[in-house]
């Protein structure tokens, strides 16, 4: 069962903002990440945090973006401002399931891609005029 659960997407207006929520459960204090991915394309990377709280993001959203997390609380946050029409596109939040390291990211957002192996079933960001 899935257990990073996330929230907060929706329609947006361009120039506006939105917060996504991810329920992280035990993964907290691990790399995690939010992609997304827009119809007829590739799934791409967004943000990354690490145990430490280091961040990385896409070059399309630095600036715009902020990756954060409340470790008290188990979240991770995405808050979005800025929007632009092609910010549409399904989130997901993505956790490192390995539990060896020490929960480091290492690197951009893309970087990630491949030992994040927990995903949650995305939560739609709409943005239009």
């Known amino acids: 069962q899935a257990r990073l659960e996330e929230s907060g997407g929706g329609p947006a207006q361009v120039g506006g903002g939105l917060r996504l929520s991810c329920a992280a459960s035990?993964?907290?204090?691990?790399?995690m990440g939010w992609f997304r991915q827009a119809p007829g394309k590739e799934r791409e990377g967004v943000a990354t945090?690490?145990?430490?709280?280091?961040?990385y993001y896409a070059g399309s959203v630095k600036g715009r973006f902020t990756i954060s997390k409340d470790n008290a609380k188990n979240t991770l946050y995405l808050q979005m401002n800025s929007l632009k029409p092609e910010d549409t596109a399904m989130y997901y939040c993505?956790?490192?399931?390995?539990?060896?390291?020490?929960?480091?990211?290492?690197?951009?957002?893309?970087?990630?891609?491949?030992?994040?192996?927990?995903w949650g079933q995305g939560t739609l960001v709409s943005v239009s005029s």
């Open positions: 035990g993964y907290i204090y691990y790399c």
């Open positions: 993505a956790a490192d399931e390995r539990r060896t390291g020490g929960g480091y990211c290492y690197g951009p957002p893309e970087n990630s891609y491949n030992f994040l192996g927990l």
């Open positions: 945090i690490d145990r430490t709280g280091t961040s």
